[in-house]
């Protein structure tokens, strides 16, 4: 491909020759430096508040750091965190798909579900559950012509793990439900109602189109509410 003459796209050639003398002057930052200068001085400060404090004890700290203890609550951390954000994924996907249901019963009910455990704080739904029994001493299955098919004591079924676990799963679905609904109201209506004119069922319009493209709207708040849940661990003793 060959390069334009100066004339050809309406540049005389004394202007052109003139434009390609000029001096090009790199634009003054000083803004930035003065702004990345003053960053790194505080970050210095800080760092070295902390590590010349003797008050915080490093030795003992990192003596502590690998402690038997220590790696037997970061497991359970860990372990709390990937058992109810999978649990909390299932759920949320089953409420918000209720939430963009044509049955208002189901609409309903699934935002009855997000207003109430978004709106209760995790601290009172923990201590609900963990507290199950004072309310129910025995969880059991009875129906009409055959009976009671099985009978437990609350207490020997709501462990602490198992309550925790309940309890963080139920709050976080309600969040990841509405990060799921989001991300389905993102895809355009029009390809949901082209696939309906073709005769596709509604569960495989969300299986073959709406849930895959939604998938880029959902990973990144999710990954948030991952790192959040990983915190409010924390609240479980």
């Given at each position: 491909m060959g390069v334009a003459?100066?004339t050809?796209?309406?540049i005389?050639?004394?202007?052109?020759?003139a434009?390609?003398?000029?001096i090009v002057?790199p634009?003054?930052?000083?803004?930035i430096?003065?702004?990345?200068?003053?960053?790194?001085?505080l970050?210095?400060?800080?760092?070295r508040?902390?590590?010349?404090?003797?008050?915080?004890?490093?030795g003992?700290?990192?003596?502590y750091?690998f402690?038997p203890?220590?790696?037997r609550?970061?497991?359970n951390t860990?372990?709390?965190?990937v058992?109810?954000?999978?649990?909390a994924?299932?759920?949320g996907t089953v409420i918000?798909i209720?939430?963009?249901?044509p049955?208002?019963v189901?609409?309903?009910?699934?935002?009855?579900?997000?207003?109430?455990?978004?709106g209760?704080?995790?601290l009172?739904?923990?201590i609900f559950?963990?507290?199950?029994?004072?309310l129910?001493?025995?969880i059991?299955l009875t129906?009409p012509?055959l009976?009671?098919?099985f009978?437990?004591r609350?207490?020997?079924f709501?462990?602490?793990?198992f309550?925790?676990?309940?309890?963080l799963?139920?709050?976080?679905?309600g969040?990841?439900?509405?990060?799921i609904?989001?991300g389905i109201?993102?895809?355009p209506s029009?390809q949901?109602?082209?696939a309906?004119?073709?005769?596709m069922p509604y569960r495989m319009?969300?299986k073959?189109i709406?849930?895959p493209q939604a998938m880029?709207?959902?990973l990144?708040?999710t990954?948030?509410?991952?790192?959040?849940l990983?915190k409010?661990t924390?609240?479980?003793t």
């Amino acid at each position: 491909m060959g390069v334009a003459h100066p004339t050809e796209i309406g540049i005389e050639p004394g202007a052109a020759a003139a434009v390609s003398r000029l001096i090009v002057v790199p634009q003054r930052r000083y803004r930035i430096w003065i702004g990345t200068a003053f960053a790194l001085l505080l970050a210095f400060l800080i760092i070295r508040a902390f590590a010349s404090n003797p008050a915080f004890a490093w030795g003992t700290a990192a003596g502590y750091l690998f402690h038997p203890s220590i790696m037997r609550g970061l497991g359970n951390t860990l372990m709390l965190t990937v058992i109810i954000m999978v649990l909390a994924i299932v759920v949320g996907t089953v409420i918000a798909i209720m939430r963009v249901s044509p049955s208002p019963v189901l609409r309903a009910f699934s935002g009855v579900y997000v207003w109430f455990f978004r709106g209760v704080p995790a601290l009172i739904q923990l201590i609900f559950w963990f507290n199950l029994s004072l309310l129910v001493r025995e969880i059991s299955l009875t129906l009409p012509f055959l009976g009671t098919l099985f009978s437990v004591r609350t207490n020997d079924f709501m462990t602490p793990f198992f309550s925790a676990v309940v309890a963080l799963s139920l709050c976080e679905a309600g969040y990841m439900a509405e990060i799921i609904r989001a991300g389905i109201k993102s895809v355009p209506s029009g390809q949901s109602e082209a696939a309906s004119a073709l005769g596709m069922p509604y569960r495989m319009i969300l299986k073959r189109i709406t849930l895959p493209q939604a998938m880029r709207f959902v990973l990144p708040p999710t990954g948030n509410e991952a790192i959040n849940l990983l915190k409010m661990t924390s609240l479980v003793t």
